[in-house]
């Protein structure tokens, strides 16, 4: 044992030393001093985007005076800048982020519990199977947590309550599917994810759908686990409480449902973001343009729209965009300079030499990912981690779609984690509104929000570590690439007399004009020689 210990502190001490340490003078990886003044910079309060632009021109001056890189690294800053405003496929971002805000307040969400709660109510769990299927449709098509949570407990916690449903697994179900707008398709956290890495967003939306039913499904087994094991957890309710059945009740859940699945259809159908099309007919800035023409149909269905309704939706629209381009551009200065010291490299030999190969890679990066998003929000962790740890995996042979959807299903977790799960402070602030308002009867207590969240976020990693071991999750929907062997290849020349052409054979066997071809060269050969 005395022999194990030391050779495993000579180890880990030589980690630290290549990696975390840091002398005041001359190492020219400074990387882990920047994380630790990042980290300290935030937790004063300062705003994240304005964090990373302060640190990289301060270490990027420090890298100058020090010799790291010449000045002249720097005016590289403005080009860069400059390159992310004229990014086409961020365009996509307003859009959809327009098309959520729209469907928030139309109405379509409160439809939708309310039916669909009719429908399952009577079954054990059927007010938690309700609230997982319309999270998972409102996902598909609002893109949003804050708005999805906030109506869906506004709605559907009320009577929870009423018909004795546990406290834990009432809070823990709202919260829980309303992360799950994050991975299902169209994901602002994929558009984003396709940019960081280089994927179209067709093929990350096609990548996402399969662990994306997956959570569904592993969210309704446990609901159905409870239902058979507890079942004064989850209690059905009364037939005598339905104000409504038979085929009105059936019309009222197809008059959500369908126009939901046209929008979903006619937006990610369009841009090849489904399984089974490969053609795309729109951009993602076209289709976000066609989501957000659907989003004020349905509101005009609904009865909603009205002009302070486009007016919140364009506001929280431009607050949104003009924090992820702050962010962005923050980030850029921050990875520019990371860029410049050699910081890429420091990161790939650090992570290179982790045991295990691929797998081991992707178990530490998801471990690091999941305690990171206790402090950072999903658009920081995708602009400032990802960049340096894209380009490892695709080295180590890592397919950059199933990367991107794994850390994107880790990341839903950033939203449930106590104690500063956003979904969890959202339905804290409901709560006490629907206690003061009379609507429920005694106030829920945060110990039952935060408690409530932990079976949850273990069935959120039970997903990660599925999509780690079977990665065909991901890759089944994708389209296959098409194998050419180029032993069978064989370029066919023209003879004078034919019409000149160029063909490729794949099954070996010459062709006359092939073998007219040569013996013409043959002739031209011997004409040079004489």
Known sequence: IQDFWQRWHISLSSWLRD???????????????????????????????????????????????????????????????????????????????????????CGLAEDMLDSMGQLFGTVKGGLGYSVIIVGFILGAITGTVAGQVIAMALISLPVMIRYGYNMRYATGVLAASGTITQLVPPSLVLVVMADQLGRSVGDMYKGAWGPSIMQVAIFALYTFALGVFKPHHVPGIPKEARTMDGLHLWLKCLRGIIPSAFLIFAVLGSMGGLPGINTAIATPTEAGAMGCVGALVLAAMHKRLTKDLIWEAMHSTMRLTAMVVFILIGSRVFSMVFQGVDGAKWVEDMLSGLPGGQVGFLIAVNIFIFFLAFFLDFFEIAFIILPMLGPVADKMGIDMVWFGVLLCVNMQTSFMHPPFGFALFYLRGIADTLFKEGRIQKPVLSSDIYLGAVPWVIMQ???????????????????????????????????????PSMDLKIDGTPANAAEDAAAEQKKIDDLFKK
């Open 19 to 105: 990696y975390l340490y840091i002398p005041l003078g001359g190492n020219r990886h400074g990387e882990p001093r920047r994380y630790v003044n990042l980290v300290l910079t935030m937790l004063i309060g300062f705003p994240v985007a304005f964090s990373l632009s302060f640190l990289g021109l301060a270490c990027g001056f420090l890298a100058i005076s020090l010799d790291w890189f010449p000045a002249s690294f720097m005016s590289n800053l403005p080009l860069n800048i400059f390159g992310i405003l004229s990014n086409d496929l961020l365009l996509a971002i307003p859009f959809f982020t327009f098309m959520g805000a729209i469907l928030e307040k």
């Open 461 to 499: 990693l039970i997903l990660v570590v599925i999509v780690i071991f079977v990665p065909e999750t991901v890759t089944m929907f994708l389209d296959k690439e098409e194998k050419v062997d180029l032993d069978k290849v064989v370029i066919e020349m023209p003879s004078e007399q034919e019409t």
